[in-house]
């Protein structure tokens, strides 16, 4: 069975075999121990990126990769099904763009986080050390590109994309966790709050202004700063990364504006789901809203990110997938069209844009949530949490 929570140490050959992503698993001493054995070897970083696609809420086995419609009505898909370009395959009834695509995906149903708690694992728990994952990445491969000032770890949230979303979730884990690994390489985060000094990275100066270092850092140590309590020994490298980035010109990567309006056009979900038609009986209708509005952009956004040197981007929005049918969510049907929608158009658009541009191989895209839901569909249409 896969599992991110295997603290068992690992040798550099079982890394090289399980993959970046068992990084979750190491301890701080392999990690730097590594990091050190690769710097004195001379060993490059090779050109690979990882876009974590979070479905933060736990998304439902059933209404998404496993129909099993053999089974009885309580327990098979609510949505139905669609068959894959897989015989024997297929998949939840509204992912039918996803299931053209079907060899290009790679299913891993014995996969499973441990437990069935609403949290951020596998991204940030405590085995990734108290880290987003990409923090031990960029502790490993630097904070950022040093051609560029790209940061090597960024994570994505509703607000960069749209500034009157909701803010990030806080509640269930710090996604910008970088735990004891230092916090310059903590997730870039552009937008993710109103006055994160990470979301200014636009230059309002001449150059000229720049050639004086520390004129600059003044006016940004004016700024607010939305920085954890421990932040004060990784300032300096904030500053560099921010005047890295104003100066090289990587500001561009973040903004939509410089894509091709086709390629924008492609990605888009936002006229998916109309935001009218989402019912306002649940509490996180806003959230649906904001899943829908701005999924496709984000992963074209993380698209963009990979191709300048972002190593390990985090995508989510917000915690969409938790289908209890209650106050707060709607049911796996319901919840489905909302959330499963969208999901099927971005990724879908993803794939297609990397065949295109030859980045099939360069970037990997791993889709999972902290939990998955029972098997057996409550007399409300909802589904409870699963973590077996």
Known sequence: MITFADSSPYSRRSFLQVGSLGLGGLSLSQLMGWRASAAKAGIPLKNKSVVFLFMHGGPPQQETFDPKMEAP????????????????????????????????????????????????????????????????????????????????????????????????????????????????????????????????????????????????????????????????????????????????????????????????????????????????SWNNHRNYRDHGQTLGKLMLLARRLCERGAGFVTVTTNFVWDFHSDKNNAGAAEGMDYCGIPFDHAVSAFLDDLEDRGLSDQILLVCCGEMGRTPKLQKNGGRNHWGR
């Open 73 to 280: 009505a309580e327990i098979r898909s609510s949505t139905g099904e669609v068959k894959t370009t897989i015989p024997g395959v297929t998949f939840g009834g509204t992912f039918e763009k996803l299931a053209e695509r079907a060899r290009r995906l790679a299913i891993v149903r014995s996969y499973t986080t441990g437990n069935g708690n609403h949290d951020i694992k596998p991204i940030v728990g405590k085995d990734s050390l108290g880290a987003n994952i990409g923090s031990l990445y960029a502790r490993v491969a630097g904070a950022n590109v040093p051609a560029t000032g790209m940061p090597r770890n960024v994570a994505l949230f509703p607000r960069a994309i749209d500034a009157g979303s909701q803010e990030r979730v806080k509640q269930f884990g710090n996604f910008l966790a970088h735990g004891t690994v230092g916090s310059s390489c903590a997730p870039f985060a552009p937008g993710s709050t109103k006055n994160d000094l990470q979301g200014d990275m636009t230059m309002w100066m001449s150059r000229q202004r720049l050639e004086d270092r520390m004129y600059l850092l003044d006016k940004i140590d004016g700024l607010k700063r939305a920085l954890d309590h421990g932040a004060a020994d990784g300032l300096g490298e904030l500053q560099k990364q921010a005047v890295n980035m104003i100066t090289g010109g990587i500001s561009e990567a973040f903004d939509l504006s410089k894509e091709d309006p086709l390629t924008i056009a492609r990605y888009d979900t936002a006229a998916l789901i109309n935001p009218n038609s989402i019912s306002k």
